[in-house]
C-alpha cells in the first residue's frame, strides 16, 4: 500500500497538478492513506493485546463494529468477561450472533443516558457517529437515525475488574470517557483510543480536555502505541497536543505509571 501511495502521489505532482483532476486525486489519495494508517493501528492494538492481556482479562470495546477487536480480545484471554458496545442495530445482531458468550449493548455510550439522533454513514457504517466528521469518502449517504445512549459507569459492575478499553467512536471518545470516570478511576485499566482534529473537534472537544481528563482526573498517563510498545516516555501535555493538532497521529494510549 506504501508503495502504490508513493506513485499516486507522483502522478498527481507530474501529471494531474492544475488539471480539472486534481481535487479528485488528492481526495483518492487521503483516503488510501487513511485506510492504511487505520490498518497499522489495528495491528498496534493487537501488539498492546497481547503484550497486557492475561487470560482471563476482562475488556470492554465501545465502537465494536463487525468486531474485529473484539475477535481478538476473546483469542487472547479466552476466559475473561468482554463488553461490547454498538448503537447500529444490524451490526449489533451480528455480533451477538457471532460472539453469543460475550455481552452485546446495542448502545451508543456517552456521558448520559436517553435517546439521540446518530449519524449513520449508509455506504461505510465504520464512519458513523452522533455527530457528522470529516468523511474520507468521496460521497458519504448519510441516514440520520435514533440510537440509545447510556453511561459505561451504569452498565459495568464496581465489583468487575476492567484491564482494557478500546474505544472508537468518530470523536466521542471523550464523552465515553467521561461516562465511565468511575469505572476507569477505580480500574486504571489502559486504553486504546481514537482522537482526531477531523473527529473530536467535530464535538468541541480540545486535546487539552482529553489530556487533563486522562492525567489529572484518572491518572494515566498518555502517549502513542508504537511509543509504548517500544518502551518510550509518555507524552506531555503539549507533546500530545502537537500530535493531535498537527494530525501526527489519532490513535493514542493511556496506561497506569505502574
Request: aromatic share 10%; hydrophobic share 40%.
Amino acid at each position: 500500500m506504501a508503495v502504490f501511495l508513493t506513485l499516486v502521489m507522483q502522478l498527481l505532482k507530474s501529471v494531474i497538478r492544475d488539471t480539472p483532476l486534481e481535487p479528485v486525486a488528492r481526495r483518492v489519495y487521503r483516503s488510501l492513506a487513511f485506510t492504511d494508517q487505520n490498518a497499522i493501528y489495528d495491528r498496534q492494538t493487537i501488539q498492546v493485546l497481547k503484550h497486557h492481556l492475561k487470560d482471563d482479562s476482562v475488556c470492554i470495546d465501545i465502537g465494536t463494529h463487525r468486531g474485529e477487536i473484539l475477535l481478538e480480545m476473546m483469542t487472547i484471554a479466552p476466559r475473561g468477561r468482554h463488553f461490547a458496545f454498538e448503537p447500529i442495530a444490524h451490526l449489533a445482531a451480528s455480533l451477538r450472533r457471532r460472539f453469543p458468550q460475550t455481552h452485546i449493548y446495542e448502545l451508543a455510550l456517552s456521558h448520559r443516558c436517553g435517546e439521540i439522533e446518530f449519524q449513520y454513514v449508509v455506504n461505510d457504517p465504520g464512519y458513523s457517529g452522533i455527530q457528522r466528521r470529516i468523511y474520507h469518502l468521496p460521497e458519504p449517504q448519510i441516514q440520520t437515525i435514533v440510537v440509545q445512549t447510556n453511561r459505561l459507569d451504569n452498565i459495568i459492575p464496581p465489583d468487575v475488574p476492567v484491564s482494557f478499553i478500546k474505544i472508537d467512536i468518530e470523536g466521542a471518545e471523550y464523552l465515553a470517557m467521561c461516562g465511565g470516570v468511575e469505572t476507569i478511576k477505580r480500574n486504571r485499566p489502559i486504553i486504546v483510543f481514537e482522537a482526531g482534529k477531523e473527529s473530536t473537534s467535530c464535538y468541541g472537544i480540545n486535546p487539552e480536555q482529553i489530556f487533563d481528563f486522562l492525567e489529572n482526573e484518572c491518572q494515566l498517563r498518555v502517549s502513542t502505541m508504537k511509543r509504548w510498545l517500544q518502551g518510550e516516555s509518555s507524552f506531555s501535555r503539549k507533546q500530545f497536543c502537537e500530535h493531535f493538532n498537527q494530525a501526527l497521529d489519532y490513535y493514542f494510549i493511556a496506561y497506569p505509571s505502574s
